[in-house]
T-cell receptor, first 109, second 114 residues
Framework: GQNIDQPTEMTATEGAIVQINCTYQTSGFNGLFWYQQHAGEAPTFLSYNVLDGLEEKGRFSSFLSRSKGYSYLLLKELQMKDSASYLCAVRDSNYQLIWGAGTKLIIKP | SQTIHQWPATLVQPVGSPLSLECTVEGTSNPNLYWYRQAAGRGLQLLFYSVGIGQISSEVPQNLSASRPQDRQFILSSKKLLLSDSGFYLC?????????????FGPGTRLLVL
């Protein structure tokens, strides 16, 4: 079967750095996506990785290792507005997105 | 630019009543369209997807159905709602993707079945 694992919840301090991990087992791989979802709102696209390595976008970076079935989302200089759930999704061989359950990130002052 | 609309934003329905949720997309042609459900504190569950008018694929057997009467319109329906149908319903659109093309979500409909 297909499976994506993320921690359920993480807590970090404003101004700090946090790393959210995602491991996956899917039938085929055609890219990995990270989304941000604030409470009560729809998910919004954050980042995309298809090759191994680090993709940087401002305060957010995403890393992929295809051989390990592993990705992480790195958030730097945390702000209170970063409190949200972060969803990892993998596009499989049928080009469908397989979704993790999401990691709820709590930022404390 | 593309936009996606869903309505209503919230809905409270009694058990056994019918349901119709509508989703429309603007600014693109022949999109893939998706219906997801998200239970409280849970991940996204793909319910239906459509690659064209009248073409519907169901991912999970249930008392819900979907239709695509027009290229940019996607409707989620039920004849009789169950308590377990409560959740956050999200419509998404996306091209059949290679590269960075991914799915983009509408604002969602929060459904409470009592």
């Amino acid at each position: 079967g297909q499976n994506i694992d993320q921690p359920t919840e993480m807590t970090a301090t404003e101004g700090a750095i946090v790393q959210i991990n995602c491991t996956y087992q899917t039938s085929g791989f055609n890219g990995l996506f990270w989304y941000q979802q604030h409470a009560g709102e729809a998910p919004t696209f954050l980042s995309y990785n298809v090759l191994d390595g680090l993709e940087e976008k401002g305060r957010f970076s995403s890393f992929l290792s295809r051989s390990k079935g592993y990705s992480y989302l790195l958030l730097k200089e945390l702000q209170m507005k970063d409190s949200a759930s972060y969803l990892c999704a993998v596009r499989d061989s049928n080009y469908q997105l397989i979704w993790g359950a999401g990691t709820k990130l709590i930022i404390k002052p | 630019s593309q936009t996606i609309h869903q309505w209503p934003a919230t809905l409270v329905q009694p058990v056994g009543s019918p349901l119709s949720l509508e989703c429309t997309v603007e600014g693109t042609s022949n999109p893939n369209l998706y219906w997801y459900r998200q239970a409280a504190g849970r991940g996204l569950q793909l319910l239906f997807y459509s690659v064209g008018i009248g073409q519907i694929s169901s991912e999970v057997p249930q008392n819900l159905s979907a239709s695509r009467p027009q290229d940019r319109q996607f409707i989620l329906s039920s004849k009789k709602l169950l308590l377990s149908d409560s959740g956050f319903y999200l419509c998404a659109w996306g091209p059949l993707g290679e590269g960075q093309e991914t799915q983009y979500f509408g604002p969602g409909t929060r459904l409470l079945v009592l």
